[in-house]
């Protein structure tokens, strides 16, 4: 066993069904070769004792029901919410939220957002690259939970992001078991819950037979083709869902969803020597009579895998194999794999974060906010000039930005991205010039987005006036209403733009009509 602790994670199951399996199940720990073929061969279930190494924790708390709730609707944690709402700029609209969160790649703002479509905008992955912001990620997630120590910034990270995205719930009152080792089933539903919007969901009945009932059931089905155990010949029943996942496994379903091709063309040839602590044991199944004149017998996968993690020196099976040398040709692991332990919880989102910002099966993009419907006629027939139809209109709501950062997706300035929203005047010198000025409904909008009073949109009588509240405004100087400057200077210096806490980059151009 590699001299590695092992025990095996536990899991409570109704009476009856531990009856049928204590009757049917043959244990596993320290089986020969024979013993497995004879369980095999009869027809008996395998509890798969995945190693779990000496930091892997018991979870701590109450369990909390799972749930599934479009994002802006979300209210669990809600300290972490606010503070990461704070630090990314994410705003209240009429509608939900607006921000870096609750943007599509077609840059509308979209409330049921998933974890992928995010790690596909480069405005929240700057967030992260930028230590600032990423230590106000982690200050906001340590005051949330309890069980996350104060120099474990990235496992903060990581375990903010599943319970502000609601991957898995946390346990009660305020623990997020970022080291406690995770199940088949709950991965299989933190993937899906990953990179699906919420939505009506049909149960499978075939998969709720052959694993049980369970809550993660309507999730984990939507991955089951991706599993290295699936329900195909029973690979997946009642107890190996319920048991903890290898990372080997873990890791498969990852590469087998997100990155199928680079699987399926890979060169085990050229790439053997990579890995450290795995080698392809080739056809494990086979050698072994789990597969037997072609037949593949029941569970034939679960039983392969046991074996593997018993005599880890021959090697792991080769699609086990191939799935850790494409995610170590991707980054999402080094060459020391550790295949045959559980996979912990921060493990699993940080494994899960990285597989989604490398996924290219769509483009990344760069908006900070979203273009949005706000339910306002905002047009009229005669002038075609944009007007507020009600007093209470919410001033978020009227932000619409819509950044697209006038950055490419590798950070590079590109002046043809920058949209720019409709003025009075084309030029920054043209609204200097003006000495009487007067805001369109827009400019007022866009004034209040960016934190100003009605005192200083009042004030401003000319277009320096409205060039100086605009500098004040995005350096955070609230201080000075807007009114006659001195400042002749119409060019933004560099040290004036947004500042990181803000979620927004110091390299950035200003939006709209800057």
Same mark, same amino acid.
């Given at each position: ?297 029941? &569970?034939?996968? %679960?039983? $392969? #895998? ?6 880890? *020196?021959?090697?792991?099976? +080769?699609?086990? /194999? !191939? ?21 912990? &919880?921060?493990? %699993?989102? $940080? #494994? ?6 490398? *996924?290219?099966?769509?483009? +990344?993009?760069? /908006? !900070? ?26 001033? $978020? ?7 697209? *950062? ?109």
């Amino acid at each position: 066993m590699s001299g590695k602790f092992m025990r095996v994670k536990r899991f409570i199951i109704p009476t009856l069904t531990a009856v049928i399996i204590a009757s049917q199940l043959m244990g596993c720990a320290a089986m020969t070769q024979s013993e497995l073929l004879q369980a095999i061969n009869n027809g008996d279930q395998i509890e798969i004792e995945v190693i779990e190494p000496g930091f892997v924790e018991d979870e701590q708390g109450q369990e909390t029901a799972l749930s599934w709730t479009e994002l802006a609707s979300l209210t669990t944690n809600a300290d972490l919410r606010s503070g990461w709402d704070d630090t990314l700029g994410i705003i209240r609209t009429d509608e939900g939220k607006n921000g870096v969160f609750y943007v599509n790649e077609a840059g509308d703002n979209e409330n049921n957002n998933t974890l992928k479509v995010v790690m596909h905008n480069r405005a929240f992955v700057q967030s992260l690259e930028s230590e600032d912001s990423l230590t106000a990620l982690a200050d906001a997630s340590l005051k949330n939970y309890a069980d996350i120590e104060d120099n474990e910034t990235m496992k903060a990270v990581y375990m903010g992001i599943n319970g502000y995205f609601n991957l898995l719930p946390d346990n009660e009152p305020n623990y997020a078991n970022p080291d406690s080792s995770l199940m088949r089933n709950e991965f299989m539903a933190m993937v899906y819950r990953a990179d699906t919007p919420v939505q009506e969901i049909t149960a499978d009945e075939n998969f709720a037979t052959a694993v049980g009932k369970s809550d993660y059931n309507i999730y984990a089905q939507g991955v089951n083709d991706n599993a290295y155990l699936s329900t195909e010949n029973k690979n997946l029943d009642n107890l190996t869902y319920n048991g903890a996942i290898s990372r080997a496994e873990a890791i498969y379903l990852i590469v087998n969803r997100y990155f199928s091709e680079d699987f399926n063309s890979v060169d085990l040839n050229s790439s053997k020597s990579s890995l450290t602590d795995a080698k392809d044991g080739g056809d494990i199944a086979t050698k072994q009579k789990f597969i037997e004149n072609d037949k593949m017998k029941d &569970r034939w996968r %679960a039983y $392969e #895998l046991q074996y593997a993690i018993q005599n880890p *020196d021959d090697g792991l099976p +080769t699609d086990l /194999y !191939k799935a850790l040398v494409v995610a170590n040709q991707k980054g999402l692991i080094s060459a020391t794999t550790r295949w045959d332990e559980a996979i912990t &919880r921060s493990e %699993a989102v $940080e #494994l899960l974060v990285t597989a989604l910002q490398q *996924d290219a099966t769509m483009e +990344t993009f760069n /908006y !900070k906010l979203g273009n949005y419907d706000s339910g306002m006629d905002t047009t009229t027939e005669s002038t075609g000039t944009v007007e507020e139809s009600t007093d209470n209109t919410s001033t $978020e709501s009227k932000a619409e930005i819509n950044e697209n *950062d006038s950055k490419t997706s590798e950070g590079e300035a590109n002046e043809d991205n920058v949209e720019q929203t409709t003025s009075n005047s084309d030029s920054l010198d043209d609204i200097a010039s003006a000495k009487s000025y007067t805001l369109s409904e827009q400019e007022k909008a866009d004034l209040r987005a960016l934190g100003a009073t009605e005192e200083q949109i009042n004030n401003v009588k000319s277009g320096q006036d409205f060039i100086d509240l605009v500098y004040k405004l995005v350096n955070g100087d609230s201080s000075s209403a807007g009114g006659s400057s001195t400042n002749d200077s119409n060019t933004v210096p560099e040290s004036d733009m947004l500042p990181p806490a803000q979620g927004i980059p110091e390299e950035d151009t200003l939006p709209g009509w800057m």
